[in-house]
């Protein structure tokens, strides 16, 4: 599927991006998909070296203290 240009720019829809689409009746709208905590933490260590434990790195994407 194709995207025109002026509704990416507007919705701020780059390559890779994810978007959901809402479907009512007979009618179908595009809704770019935001992040969840966990996508976020993944970006921020992309490419990091850690010391940290399994637990420790699941409580981190859970966002527990």
Known sequence: MTIPQ????????EPGSEVDFEV??????LVRR??????G???????????MTTDEIMAL???EP
């Open 34 to 39: 935001t992040e969840g905590h966990g996508a």
């Open 6 to 13: 002026d509704v990416r720019r507007r919705l701020g829809v």
């Open 24 to 29: 009512d009746d007979d009618s179908v709208r």
């Open 41 to 51: 933490v993944v970006k921020q260590m992309r490419g990091r070296r850690l010391t």
């Open 61 to 63: 994407t859970r966002g």
